[in-house]
């Protein structure tokens, strides 16, 4: 839009035919990222994600823009949509504050998950804050 406001949209297929016979499984992922620079200090990146796959054989992975050292590149499979917000701030005294906060939202599912990890219900919310010093 502008170079303030970056938009991008992302589409992806996947088509998968098991080895032995079993059945064909489909998906799709549908995103949309919006990348505002607030000012020469703050930006804010947000995204929505819409996706249906037929299992988990048809999953579909998603990079996600994170804290500084990490790294999100969760598999989504099954159908739901999943939004995030990341905040930066930087340059105050070197330090730069970071700020994601995530939603997964599954409907037809019971359980998100598994082993240890795994959440009754079919919501999953994930806030993270970091604080960057550099010398």
């Keep these: 839009f502008s170079k303030r406001i970056i938009s991008e949209t992302r589409i992806e297929f996947v088509d ?4 032995g016979g079993a059945s ?5 992922l549908l995103y ?3 990348h505002f620079n607030i000012s020469k200090k703050l930006s804010l990146d947000s995204r929505i994600v819409f996706f249906q796959t037929d299992s988990y054989n048809s999953r579909i992975y ?9 790294l999100s590149n969760p598999s989504l499979y099954g159908e739901g949509i ?3 917000i990341f905040l930066r ?5 070197n330090f730069t504050f970071s700020l994601k906060y995530s939603e997964l939202y599954q409907p037809f599912e ?5 082993g240890y990890t795994e959440i009754n219900g079919n919501y999953n919310n994930m806030i993270s804050f970091q604080i960057d010093y550099n010398l």
Aim: no cysteine.
């Design 32 to 34: 949309q990222d919006l």
């Design 82 to 84: 999943k939004w995030y």
């Design 24 to 28: 064909q499984d489909r998906g799709f």
């Design 16 to 19: 998968v035919t098991p080895s």
């Design 62 to 70: 998603e990079y996600e823009n994170d804290l500084a050292g990490s």
């Design 110 to 114: 019971k359980t998100l998950g598994s």
């Design 89 to 93: 701030y930087s340059k105050l005294y």
